[in-house]
């Protein structure tokens, strides 16, 4: 079963908590937070202290996706904030296979996300050490923008390394996900789809979006 993870990016930050308590309700399976700090992507989102109110505001396991410099500076502290998986970026250090086990040291689920232009060739010796791997089918840094048609191709190719490499692994798929596309997701391989304005809008509640998700994939059995 695909598992539907709403990204709090496209929330009212006012009402995080309420945002967070909706995708439970609603039955989300997790809540994907994107950790940005202005310098790997231009933009700016939140720190620890904000996933540690999140932790308390909901039941659902926190997933951070740090879009940050240097990410091991903050594993220790988004861990003690809550967080129970956390995924860095590949291009964000020279060290990948490291941080992976720093994260599996510390308790945590170990994932790696690759940007639209990093083949998913380069991740082949990190699999069998990652428990997820995050495929961004957008240019990280903003939500609301077109999901990148090749991204199809780039997760059947992640699906058949995984096959070889690590079958215990967790694909998800960020960036531009909809009722539309999710199906198709879900029948190359993905097990998590992360999305934002899909899910916090002003068209619907939570609740209905996420129903249009599921109403979706199981049309396609």
């Not at 992640?158 to 198709?184: F, H, K, Q, S, Y």
Request: aromatic share 4%; proline share 7%.
């Amino acid at each position: 079963m695909v598992k539907l993870a709403p990204s709090i990016l496209s929330a009212d930050f006012a009402r995080l908590g309420e945002a967070a308590k909706a995708a439970e309700e609603a039955g989300a399976d997790l809540l994907h937070l994107d950790i940005m700090d202005g310098r790997f992507v231009p933009n700016l989102t939140f720190g620890p202290v904000v996933v540690r109110a999140l932790a308390g505001a909901t039941a659902l396991p926190l997933s951070a996706h740090l879009m940050v410099v240097e990410p091991e500076r903050l594993f220790e502290r988004f861990v003690e904030a809550g967080a129970r998986e956390i995924c860095f970026h590949l291009e964000a250090t020279p060290h990948p296979h490291r941080l992976l086990a720093q994260l599996r040291e510390l308790g945590v689920r170990a994932g790696i996300a690759i940007n639209p232009g990093t083949p998913v060739e380069a991740l082949i010796d990190l699999l069998p050490e990652a428990d997820a791997v995050l495929l961004m089918s957008v240019n990280p840094g903003f939500a609301g923008q077109a999901f990148i048609e090749r991204t199809y191709d780039r997760l059947t190719r992640l699906n058949e390394l995984r096959r070889r490499e690590n079958p215990e692994l967790t694909i998800a798929v960020d960036g531009g996900v909809t009722p539309e596309n999710a199906p198709r997701l879900a029948r190359l391989g993905a097990d998590v789809l992360v999305a934002a304005s899909s899910v916090y809008n002003h068209r619907a509640p939570v609740r209905d979006n996420l129903d249009r998700f599921r109403r979706a994939l199981a049309s396609q059995g």
